[in-house]
T-cell receptor, first 112, second 113 residues
Framework: GDSVTQMEGPVTLSEEAFLTINCTYT??????LFWYVQYPGEGLQLLLK?????DKGSNKGFEATYRKETTSFHLEKGSVQVSDSAVYFCALSSGGYQKVTFGTGTKLQVIP | NAGVTQTPKFQVLKTGQSMTLQCAQDMNHNSMYWYRQDPGMGLRLIYY???????DKGEVPNGYNVSRLNKREFSLRLESAAPSQTSVYFC????????????FGPGTRLLVL
């Protein structure tokens, strides 16, 4: 079945550092890929998405590129802020089934 | 426009007790979902309702029942709570056929002793 593997956290960075959170996936067919973010005490919010190979999703300074050859969708940001501290979930959706498969989440802590 | 709301925010139960988690959305979405979130497990789908009048099992339905009361409301019931059901429960909604763009509620933290 479908699965998503994310790097384990927590990830601790200083403000303005470069961020990469790795994500790889296994899926049948051609899934759509997503990053969701969960701020403390809140539900998940869709951060960005990509629906086909080589697409780049971007939002709020975050980017991720759909790499079919490496089955990856790594999240990057050039300069993180304290307000980016949250848990980030990689996810995929494939087929006609109303289902999104989530990774285990990576906690990011940004310190001033 | 409140989005997705969940009640209660926090609940403590004893083993064997029952309770219902409530969820409502005001975005006129057709599809609604219940997930549980456990450390190291990510989110796992318990049940979903693609549209009013339909419900289907997700990945971990055992020990739970759901009711799609109307288009706005989707409740999750634990008939006989067990410690293994200690978790954070999230409700979400989406447009029909757009499962990838789900809107989540703030969650209910449940502790079963």
């Amino acid at each position: 079945g479908d699965s998503v593997t994310q790097m384990e956290g927590p990830v601790t960075l200083s403000e303005e550092a470069f961020l990469t959170i790795n994500c790889t996936y296994t899926a049948t067919g051609y899934p759509s890929l997503f990053w969701y973010v969960q701020y403390p005490g809140e539900g998940l919010q869709l951060l960005l998405k990509a629906t086909k190979a080589d697409d780049k999703g971007s939002n709020k300074g975050f980017e991720a590129t759909y790499r079919k050859e490496t089955t990856s969708f790594h999240l990057e940001k050039g300069s993180v802020q304290v307000s980016d501290s949250a848990v980030y979930f990689c996810a995929l959706s494939s087929g006609g089934y109303q289902k999104v498969t989530f990774g285990t989440g990576t906690k990011l802590q940004v310190i001033p | 426009n409140a989005g997705v709301t969940q009640t209660p925010k926090f609940q403590v139960l004893k083993t064997g007790q029952s309770m219902t988690l409530q969820c409502a959305q005001d975005m006129n979405h057709n599809s609604m979902y219940w997930y549980r979130q456990d450390p190291g497990m990510g989110l796992r789908l318990i049940y979903y309702s693609a549209s009013e009048g339909t419900t289907d099992k997700g990945e971990v339905p055992n020990g739970y029942n759901v009711s799609r009361l109307n288009k706005r409301e989707f409740s999750l019931r634990l008939e006989s709570a067990a410690p293994s059901q200690t978790s954070v429960y999230f409700c979400a909604s989406s447009e029909l056929g757009e499962a990838e763009t789900q809107y989540f509620g703030p969650g209910t933290r449940l502790l079963v002793l």
